[in-house]
């Protein structure tokens, strides 16, 4: 598809295209009209009338229809394009006259004005398709580039929140710090491999959040995390890190708890993939605010992938729940 675009693109490739695909059309016309002649018969005839109309609408289309219509100068296109007709019509008219192919004015003027009509026609079907490409490859190229920079931001706050974590281990707890540094290295080079890919496994997304939750476990031994997954999930394919920032502020809410627990549950239903968290919170007055990044990253990271889905979020006194429902998502082969 980029190869037939590339030459599409190009001016002269196209040109020669469309004049080759013209010429075969008229040769194999003319032959079945008049058989009995030969194929250099035919071309002598056919090539000195076919390239001056060509090469007159090409200088329309440039010339006049991209100066003056694609700027809406109006009150100086049709002039000037009366003019140029006009000329390009006695000009095709005298030539036939002296080759004896001239039958008269007005079929001249039908013929050379209907050829003009349809090649105006294709430049316009031609700039809308290129404007249309041009438009969409500029509009994925910009959300290629957001989505990047969306799954590198997920790295920096992610180490963030860990180096805070870490801090106030080494501070209560400073014997399991290097075991604590060792399962961070294994989270952070999961994130580095995962970010770089446009979709992974949803097997290896919930392993890395098992092990996330392991790695907050050695914060508190009162956190009861329970996960539990229906249906064929296996299957589907997810951007990478797309449930972390949920599952980031669920432990974070939790913890501020004094029974923290987490609940997660995971269902495929019709070719629906649903995915609910909810964990233990404080009042609205005792909860500690965040920057609310993560969860702008997840909704923005959502929209720029274009996948179908329905974020909810609901809160009372002692719970928070999320719910994210996605479908038409890829399949593992």
Known sequence: MKSLWKIYSNFWLRNVMVVLILLSIFTFAASVDRGDRTLPEIWKELLPTFFIIYGAIMGSNI???????????????????SFYWATVVI????????????????????????????????????????????VREKRLVSTV???DFLKMQLNPHFLLNAMNNLYGEALTNPSETPERILQLSHLLRYQLEATKKEFISLEQEIDFLKEYFNYYKFRSNNLIVDIAYEGDISKYKVPP???????????????????????????????????????????????????????????????VSKLKYKFTRTKSKNYYKTKLELWELPINV
């Open 63 to 81: 010339i006049l229809i991209k100066r003056y219509v694609m700027t809406k100068q109006y009150d100086k296109f049709f002039p000037l394009s």
């Open 241 to 303: 890190l797309l449930y972390f920032s949920l599952v980031e502020n669920a432990i974070k809410f939790a913890l501020q708890t004094e029974e923290p627990f987490i609940k997660l549950r995971g269902t495929e239903k019709n070719n629906h993939l649903f995915f609910e968290i909810e964990n233990s919170c404080l009042a609205d007055e005792l909860i500690q605010t965040g920057t609310g990044v993560g969860i702008k990253n997840l909704e923005r990271r959502l929209e």
């Open 91 to 134: 000009g095709i008219a005298y030539m036939n006259m002296l080759t004896g192919d001239f039958d008269s004015w007005l079929i001249e003027i039908v013929n050379i004005l209907f050829f003009a009509f349809l090649g105006t026609g294709a430049y316009f079907i031609h700039l809308w398709i290129f404007n249309d490409i041009t």
């Open 145 to 147: 580039a957001e989505l």
